[in-house]
């Protein structure tokens, strides 16, 4: 380099002087390596061509051109101080512009030879967008091809992204779609809001592109590979953010023991069999009074169904013998108790079925588990058990103050875990509207204010998990579920998916319904403790002997206002109303 900028300094006419020069650039280029190499240049640290290489390299160059600088001074300035200045420059210019040639040249191929079946739109040029552009494109064996960023942003109109020409903002899906032949539409705002979500979903549907989303922030920061891109699900269209957890952390209760799931053919049990057996349990087992569902749990854990298992129990657990056998027979350590009927209208018709199964059966196991020295009793509630209106509600608190009373007086971790809507479970509100999106319509709903929680399966079960490993006795556990979501805007995103119209008809609430649901009831005390999406919520207790008395052949109405009074959380009047139940159970109502 400094050759150059000698022969540069000479107008390209004047012979340089070569000893001197020679000397100086063995001497610069040794001064390059010991600095270069100290700055992480020639071992590999930084990317090939990027900003931090380029930082490198500037400060290599400063640091080499310095020194040569005060050993020319020194030895008494054979050469120019213009040339050694001129030498940093060249220097500086042509590692920078070698790096940047190669990594071109790179990108390119890898862009070349890549054999993507998919090509992409991304909407969204920030820091999420410009990553996810960047891994996709450095990715020669990937699925997907990068063709076009779209943004609103109108002062990122003009940029490219690593490479690729933006196409627009979110009025331009259609037309760039078909412009440049893309199969998908990838939304990268990790941040999104369920509105944007829908909405871009429906433009990108429109135009006939598969519709994409990416992980968390979290999630991208922390993952070091090409970031996971999945489909647009129901919980993004319905805002529903996941609660992380470590269960690998938290789940060591279970490894090593037998573990009971009651329920365990439905949605939560099945999906409770499916997390737990990843973490070794010495035993699972699992129960259930139907037979179709054991034999479909069995499947997904199996891929087999031959119903010859041990591992299956085929019991009801309104048998309170048959529980306890089970109990002495197989000695469960921890159990997770799923089984409940759970649909709140057939229950306000026929309140004996919750009496005999979610009240009875719950304390028969309570029972069991307290009689054979259970460990840990985790009992799956829900929302409905804050400040309850319906015989589902009243049955689950219920449950939730048995459980409680349990847990006093054995002093093990017998706890309950309450949470929302579950999507994607046997019966649940948006699997009832796609079904009658299906069918033509119409869609319908109770009442336009309407509002619900809603989580997903699998984080349901995580925080089930997590609640045997983080509650106290007693308490009941409740999930941060975000804000709830309006089910008329829900029928409506459906409607507008369809491309058909469908009509959305209001039915009015029905008998026990509220218009807006709660976590906590407006008595309760909570605290974040261990988990910032967690709260912890003391639930008083309830004497088993206010159940026992209970008669089946009290008439409904009747039935339902003593169920209501055992389920108070213990505000000021409750012993009142507990000892009013307590007669009412007694006499029969006279």
Request: aromatic fraction near 6%.
């Amino acid at each position: 380099m400094a050759i150059v900028a000698e022969v540069l300094r000479l107008d390209l006419v004047t012979p340089p002087s070569w000893p001197p020069i020679l000397a100086f650039g063995l001497l610069a280029a040794a001064i390059d390596i010991i600095v270069g190499t100290r700055f992480g240049l020639f071992v590999g640290r930084w990317l090939i061509g990027s900003f931090d290489e380029f930082k490198a390299v500037v400060a290599t160059t400063a640091c080499t051109t310095a020194a040569v600088f005060v050993a020319d001074l020194v030895a008494g300035t054979p050469v120019p101080h213009s040339v050694v200045i001129g030498a940093g420059c060249v220097a500086l210019l042509a590692s920078a512009g070698t790096r940047m040639t190669y990594r071109s040249l790179v990108e390119t191929t890898w862009r070349s030879l890549s054999d993507a079946k998919e090509r992409l739109l991304v909407f969204g040029a920030g820091d999420a967008g410009y990553r996810i552009v960047r891994e996709l494109q450095r990715d020669p064996t990937g699925a997907y091809q990068v063709v076009g960023v779209l943004d609103d942003n109108p002062r990122k109109r003009n940029r490219r992204v690593h490479g690729v020409a933006m196409a627009g903002d979110r009025t331009a899906i259609a037309a760039a779609a078909e412009r440049l032949d893309a199969d998908g539409l990838l939304i990268a705002i990790p941040s999104a809001s369920p509105s944007l979500v829908a909405e871009l979903t429906e433009l990108g549907e429109a135009a006939g592109l598969r519709l994409m989303t990416v992980p968390s922030i979290g999630q991208l920061i922390s993952s070091e590979a090409t970031p996971a891109i999945r489909d647009v699900t129901d919980e993004d269209l319905l805002g529903r953010r996941r609660v992380e957890t470590d269960l690998v952390s938290i789940a060591h209760y279970i490894t090593g023991k037998r573990v009971l799931v009651t329920g365990a053919g439905g949605s939560i049990g099945s999906e409770l069999c499916r997390q737990l057996v990843a973490f070794g349990p010495a035993e699972l087992i699992m129960a259930d009074r139907d037979e179709s569902a054991l034999h479909a749990v069995q499947m997904s854990l199996e891929q087999r169904a031959l119903l010859d298992s041990d591992r299956l129990v085929l019991i009801d657990i309104r048998d309170r013998v048959g529980v306890h056998r089970l109990f002495e027979q197989r000695k469960p350590e921890v159990v997770f108790h799923a089984a409940a009927l759970k649909h709140l209208p057939l229950l306000e018709r026929y309140p004996v079925e919750a009496l005999k199964t979610n009240i009875w059966g719950t304390q028969a196991l309570l029972e069991a588990a307290a009689r054979h020295g259970v460990e840990r009793f985790v009992n799956i509630s829900t929302d409905k058990a804050a400040s309850p209106q319906s015989v589902l509600g009243y049955s689950k608190r219920v449950c939730e103050r048995l459980t409680a009373r349990f847990a006093a007086e054995t002093g093990r971790s017998f706890l309950s875990v309450r949470f929302g809507n579950v999507l994607g479970s046997r019966g649940s509100m948006l699997g009832a509207f796609q079904a009658q999106v299906a069918a033509g319509g119409p869609i319908t709903v109770t009442h336009p204010d309407v509002t619900r929680y809603f989580m997903t399966v699998e984080e349901a079960v995580q925080l089930v998990i997590q609640a045997g490993a983080i509650g106290r006795p007693g308490e009941a556990l409740v999930l941060d579920m975000g804000e709830p979501v309006r089910i008329l805007d829900v029928a409506k995103m459906l409607a507008s998916r369809s491309g058909r119209p469908i009509e959305i008809v209001f039915t009015g609430l029905r008998p026990g319904e509220k218009l807006t649901e709660q976590l906590m009831a407006s008595g309760e005390v909570g605290a974040r403790s261990v988990h910032p999406s967690i709260t912890h919520v003391d639930v008083p207790g309830l004497d088993p002997e206010l159940i026992n008395h209970l008669d089946p052949f009290t008439p409904s109405e009747l039935l339902v206002l003593m169920l209501r009074e055992l389920a108070l959380e213990g505000d000021p009047n409750s012993r009142q109303r507990e000892h009013q139940a307590r007669e009412y159970a007694v006499g029969g109502g006279d």
